[in-house]
T-cell receptor, first 109, second 116 residues
């Protein structure tokens, strides 16, 4: 079945530094979704990407979908302490959504 | 919109006891998903329903786990008998149209289960 690999597993950055997490799928995806889970919280939908090569921005967050629609990335510019949490990518497998293992972001102030 | 509502928020029980987790999805959402989250295994899909019908339960770990959705506004996940390795956070999520585009999952706050 569908597999979604995500790296790195963990990243600890100084406040103000940039952060990137990468997501790779074993198959071509019709869309990819990104979620954020704060410590002790639940996953919250951030954005979806549908088109090949698509780039979307949300303030300091930039999301990209690869040309082959098999990989994606989330880049945060100038991290802040409010960015801490786990970032998940997720791809559809039929009507199911398969989540990557997530990247845990910690920010040192 | 009250969001997905799960109860209880925390459950502590002894090994061998029956545990029932409850979920109320967002009104109008046709899909309901049960996920389990642990440090070792991440977010695992246990089972999902479409229009109250179980579609895929291949993620249910053992016969000790069962799930029902008697109507569009209520679902339960039951573990009987519970074991310490069942300790995890269990999330319920709902969506309008499964994993398709323009249909994100809305998660409940989760139930943190501890089996001693």
């Amino acid at each position: 079945g569908q597999q979604v690999m995500q790296i790195p597993q963990y990243q600890h950055v100084q406040e103000g530094e940039d952060f990137t997490t990468y997501c790779n799928s074993s198959t071509t995806l019709s869309n990819i979704q990104w979620y954020k889970q704060r410590p002790g919280g639940h996953p919250v939908f951030l954005i979806q990407l549908v088109k090949s090569g698509e780039v979307k921005k949300q303030k300091r967050l930039t999301f990209q979908f690869g040309e082959a629609k098999k990989n994606s990335s989330l880049h945060i510019t100038a991290t802040q302490t409010t960015d801490v949490g786990t970032y998940f990518c997720a791809g559809p497998d039929g009507n199911k959504l398969v989540f990557g293992a997530g990247t845990i972001l910690r920010v040192k102030s | 919109d009250a969001g997905v509502i799960q109860s209880p928020r925390h459950e502590v029980t002894e090994m061998g006891q029956e545990v029932t987790l409850r979920c109320k999805p967002i009104s109008g959402h046709d899909y309901l998903f049960w996920y389990r989250q642990t440090m070792m295994r991440g977010l695992e899909l246990l089972i999902y329903f479409n229009n109250n019908v179980p579609i895929d339960d291949s993620g249910m770990p053992e016969d000790r786990f069962s799930a029902k959705m008697p109507n569009a506004s209520f679902s339960t996940l039951k573990i009987q008998p519970s074991e310490p390795r069942d300790s995890a956070v269990y999330f319920c999520a709902s969506s309008r149209a499964g994993g398709h585009a323009n249909s994100p999952l809305h998660f409940g706050n989760g139930t943190r289960l501890t089996v001693t």
